[in-house]
């Protein structure tokens, strides 16, 4: 499947889906609508024969810094994080489901009567049947974050592309949402990401995807259609490659 026209083709990707995109305009939580969208384009670009794996955020409900700055153990906060991940992912999986979409939860956490422990090889040969994977809890670490995870499994599974889908379309000169002044880029290196520490997705992410040399493609998830038409080749996103 052809991505951004005159992009390589992609065959198996994995998207990131940040938390925050899941709350819609709520405050905090789940909005339903939001998330039925977004299990919808999922549908759609599997439809269009790409193998889809997920890793979804947990900051609608749960961040671990914000638990360590209100004086909770560091380790303690961040697994409370990545609980809030599988909240949000079998949400997703409940929405993929009710489309007809088939999909398994591995959670980095075993929590064997809710989701199936992460397996990798059991999560490859799930996506070669065109199940969409949902990778939950993160990496299973504490002091990590879910770009991390999704950088990590992206390589594990051989994907050809991360797309990070966001509340911004792209990766900024400076964080948009605070400097109105700041302008978009197109494309990038990691290395440029690195350097110019645009804090879009974190370091060790990027140098994960670096060391794997999978694009990393950043878009707006909140923008309808905002993952699909990527396949359809009006995507609007930037790209981060080693060129
Ligand atoms: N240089 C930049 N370019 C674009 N966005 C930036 C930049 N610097 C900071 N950001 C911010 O980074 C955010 C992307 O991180 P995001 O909100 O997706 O967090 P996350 O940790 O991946 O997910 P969660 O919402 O689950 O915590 C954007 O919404 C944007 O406001
Ligand atoms: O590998 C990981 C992934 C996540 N966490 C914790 O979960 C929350 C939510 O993830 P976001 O990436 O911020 O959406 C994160 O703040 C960490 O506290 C983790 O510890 N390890």
């Not at 305009?25 to 609508?33: N, P």
């Not at 809030?84 to 489309?99: C, F, P």
């Not at 051989?158 to 700041?182: R, S």
Request: net charge neutral.
């Amino acid at each position: 499947m052809k991505a951004g026209g005159a992009e390589p083709s992609f065959k198996r990707v994995l998207l990131k889906v940040s938390g925050e995109a899941l709350m819609g305009d709520r405050e905090y939580g789940l909005d339903s609508t939001t998330v039925e969208r977004i299990a919808a384009e999922v549908k759609a670009v599997v439809e269009m024969g790409v193998e889809v794996c997920l890793v979804i955020g947990g900051g609608n409900i749960f961040r671990g810094i914000s638990g360590a700055a209100n004086g909770m153990e560091r380790a303690s906060a961040d697994y409370m994080g990545m609980l809030a991940t599988v909240i949000n992912s079998l949400a997703v999986q409940n929405a993929l489901e009710r489309l007809g979409v088939s999909t398994r939860v591995q959670s980095a956490i075993p929590m064997t009567t809710v989701c199936e422990p992460y397996i990798r090889r059991r999560a490859v040969r799930h996506m070669e049947k065109g199940r969409v994977v949902i990778f939950a809890a993160g990496t299973g670490n504490p002091f990590f974050t879910t770009d991390t995870a999704a950088a990590l499994r992206a390589s594990e599974m051989g994907c050809d592309a991360l797309l990070k889908g966001t509340k911004v379309d792209g990766v900024y000169t400076a964080d948009p949402i605070k400097d109105p002044t700041a302008t978009r880029y197109e494309k990038l290196t990691y290395l440029d990401v690195l350097a110019r520490d645009l804090g879009v997705m974190d370091a060790s992410a990027i140098s994960l995807a670096r060391e794997s040399d999978i694009p990393i493609l950043v878009f707006s998830i909140t923008e309808p259609n905002g993952f699909a038409n990527i396949f359809r080749g009006s995507g609007r996103y930037t790209i981060v490659t080693n060129r």
